[in-house]
């Protein structure tokens, strides 16, 4: 039944707590429940009213997936591509996106505090309004990533490419850790580059504190 609640176990004696409220989303996942496959093929799929914290969906497919409010606190979606995936308003508390895609992914006012962002590509995101209390960005690739308005409470960055848009609403309390810059700082109509050691005081200034370091260069011979 569309949107029912379940309690029997399978797949590693995991369910979703409510499946979505569309019927070929919850078709695909009953049949990926009960298959020995390791990939769900999701993409372009449309799983809002679904709840699908503490799944394991490792090297699945969300491409232009719609997953807009989706509950998927502690879900892990290691190696999982989510390019261009609509997660406005979705709740990854605690999630694992360790090396994830998200490049062109809506994160507009979703919550993502305590996750697992190790290596994770966030080309062209929209991330506004988020919350990213405490998110570990270590090795992340944040381009173009659109922040204005989000909460980078106490989160730790690490050689991060941190080539953000933000506000001064942009929350950085606490932020720790070292990134390459610079950031693009928007003010009413306009816009200006941040980077190096005005970066680094432009973010203590708001409770931060973060090194700026060289890009990494190619050793010599390699391309």
């Known amino acids: 039944m569309v949107g029912e609640t379940v309690s029997s176990g399978i797949r590693k004696n995991w369910n979703p707590a409510?499946?979505?409220a569309d019927p070929a989303a919850v078709k695909q996942l009953r049949e990926w429940l009960a298959s020995d496959e390791f990939?769900?093929?999701?993409?372009?799929?449309?799983?809002?009213g679904a709840d699908l914290s503490g799944g394991d969906f490792s090297n699945c497919w969300f491409t232009d997936a719609v997953l807009v409010g989706v509950r998927l606190v502690g879900a892990s979606f290691?190696?999982?591509?989510?390019?261009?995936?609509?997660?406005?308003?979705?709740?990854?508390?605690a999630a694992d996106l360790v090396k994830a895609n998200l490049d062109e992914a809506v994160l507009r006012s979703a919550v993502l505090d305590g996750a697992d962002m190790v290596?994770?590509?966030l080309s062209d995101v929209d991330a506004r309004g988020a919350s990213f209390r405490g998110t570990h960005f270590i090795g992340a690739e944040?381009?173009?990533?659109?922040?204005?308005?989000?909460?980078l409470s106490d989160a730790v960055v690490k050689e991060n490419y941190f080539e953000i848009k933000v506000d001064e609403t942009t929350v950085f309390?606490?932020?720790?850790?070292?990134?390459?810059?610079?950031?693009?700082?928007i003010s009413?109509?306009?816009?200006?580059?941040?980077?190096?050691?005005?970066?680094?005081?432009?973010?203590?200034t708001r409770g931060g504190q973060v090194q700026v370091i060289p890009p990494r260069r190619p050793a010599v011979g390699t391309r």
């Open 78 to 93: 290691y190696r999982a591509d989510l390019q261009s995936a609509d997660l406005t308003g979705a709740d990854l508390t």
């Open 119 to 121: 290596g994770a590509s």
């Open 188 to 204: 009413d109509n306009s816009s200006r580059q941040v980077g190096g050691a005005e970066l680094e005081a432009w973010i203590s």
């Open 18 to 20: 409510a499946f979505p």
């Open 39 to 48: 990939n769900l093929n999701g993409m372009e799929r449309d799983f809002r």
């Open 173 to 185: 309390r606490g932020l720790t850790g070292t990134v390459f810059g610079p950031i693009t700082v």
């Open 142 to 151: 944040l381009l173009d990533t659109d922040m204005r308005g989000s909460d």
